[in-house]
């Protein structure tokens, strides 16, 4: 009788061990492991933060990269998908370095042979992209860790201090990147900046999105709209021409939702030099944020995208260097082209074309920019 007490007793004890062991790791909806978003990093604490809305719309971000891990949105028959890249932990983000979800800077997309000229002041960046610099540098802000100024149910606010020549940029800039979680399914992005000395920004947010949430299916099928008229072609190392060209009669005519698959088939020198779509177009829509600038949709799950910027381009790219070496999140392999980013900026290499709209940051000004990733479902 006593064995068999003690037998109970242990048996009871162990599963209030696994109930407590348990409710200290509650997976998000997505699948996520927050225990696994904890570590330091250059002395400062990672984690994981969850927005969440009345649709049960979650949105998972790591102060690491100021990145957006996961999107769970419903797909037209009311299932929830995930429907950007990313991984399941921090140390896969270290391990692998990459852009997913990242907030860049301090300038996003690339600057011709990493030099540019401020107030008659030569600056040298670090080339880290076919001779160039991209996305701020071998570490840019998609390799910091953000301080969390705010967390919210549904709205997170980071902020991070660039110091002066760090990756060669001049200037203390002190960044924040808001992200609000509206109940009509959109995200909300806005960043700001102050400086201490003339400088030059570009942010932008670089998810990768797979709308139908599977990772290892291509984006041949997928409509792609972009509210432009003209794009900035590039050399064989992704570089602008500093030419603006129309889009009508090439492959980079979206005006109306194509699919995606039909012009990267296309045979041409430009997809051949950006190893399919990997170019900025000049917005029709001059900076109003009321008017979509572009929108991706799959007609498999009927998710649809729509992005608003008050920003004068956005760079989509199609994924060309995914090659299925990497797995993700759920142990999926990233295929090639299994996503699409669609990242609002001003244009490449705008520091050395000053006929362009203007990066320059200089003390007593802020630097502001809104985008906005809608979701909404198609039957």
């Known amino acids: 009788m006593n064995k068999?007490?003690?037998?109970?007793?242990?048996?009871?004890?162990t599963l209030i061990s696994c109930t407590e062991n348990n409710e200290k790791v509650q997976l998000t909806d997505s699948g996520l492991n927050p225990e696994k978003f904890k570590t330091i990093v250059d002395g400062k604490e990672t984690g994981l933060y969850r927005l969440k809305n009345k649709n049960d719309m979650e949105v998972c971000i790591t102060n690491f990269g100021g990145r957006i891990v996961s999107i769970m949105v419903p797909d037209k028959q009311?299932?929830?998908?995930?429907?950007?890249?990313?991984?399941?932990?921090?140390?896969?983000?270290?391990?692998?370095?990459?852009?997913?979800?990242?907030?860049?800077?301090?300038y996003a997309n690339r600057i011709n042979n990493g030099i540019f000229t401020l107030d008659g002041v030569q600056y040298q960046l670090p080339k880290n992209n076919y001779g160039h610099c991209l996305h701020g540098g071998f570490k840019g802000f998609q390799y910091v860790v953000y301080d969390v100024i705010k967390a919210s149910d549904n709205e997170?606010?980071?902020?991070?201090?660039?110091?002066?020549?760090?990756?060669g940029f001049p200037g203390n800039t002190n960044c924040t990147v808001t992200m609000t979680l509206t109940d009509d399914n959109a995200i909300k992005l806005s960043y700001e900046a102050e400086t201490d000395k003339p400088t030059i920004i570009n942010m932008t947010n670089h998810s990768y999105f797979n709308l139908d949430g599977n990772p290892e299916k291509g984006n041949s099928d997928y409509l792609l709209m972009v509210n432009a008229s003209y794009y900035t072609p590039v050399d064989s190392t992704f570089m602008t021409t500093g030419e603006i060209l129309p889009v009508e009669n090439t492959e980079f005519d979206f005006k109306i939702p194509?699919?995606?698959?039909?012009?990267?088939?296309?045979?041409?020198?430009?997809?051949?030099?950006?190893h399919g779509i990997d170019h900025n177009w000049v917005?029709?829509?001059?900076?109003?944020?009321?008017?979509?600038?572009a929108s991706l949709e799959s007609k498999e799950s009927g998710i649809?995208?729509?992005v608003f910027t008050d920003e004068p381009g956005i760079q989509v790219y199609?994924?060309?260097?995914?090659?299925?070496?990497?797995?993700g999140k759920k142990g999926f392999k990233y295929n090639f082209?299994?996503?699409?980013?669609?990242?609002?900026?001003?244009?490449?290499?705008?520091?050395?074309?000053?006929?362009?709209?203007?990066?320059?940051?200089?003390p007593g000004e802020k630097y502001v920019s809104n985008t906005i990733f809608k979701f909404t479902t198609n039957q």
């Open 283 to 293: 917005l029709d829509t001059k900076g109003n944020i009321n008017v979509a600038c």
């Open 304 to 306: 649809k995208l729509e």
């Open 78 to 106: 009311g299932n929830m998908r995930d429907v950007v890249l990313g991984f399941d932990s921090i140390k896969d983000y270290i391990d692998n370095p990459s852009d997913y979800g990242a907030s860049i800077g301090r």
């Open 4 to 13: 068999l007490l003690a037998l109970s007793v242990l048996t009871f004890c």
């Open 337 to 362: 082209r299994a996503s699409v980013c669609l990242e609002t900026q001003k244009y490449p290499d705008t520091p050395n074309k000053p006929e362009w709209p203007s990066c320059i940051l200089r």
């Open 258 to 274: 194509t699919r995606l698959g039909d012009q990267l088939s296309k045979n041409s020198e430009q997809l051949r030099n950006g």
């Open 318 to 327: 199609t994924g060309n260097f995914l090659d299925g070496t990497q797995t």
């Open 156 to 167: 997170i606010k980071l902020s991070y201090l660039a110091k002066d020549m760090e990756e």
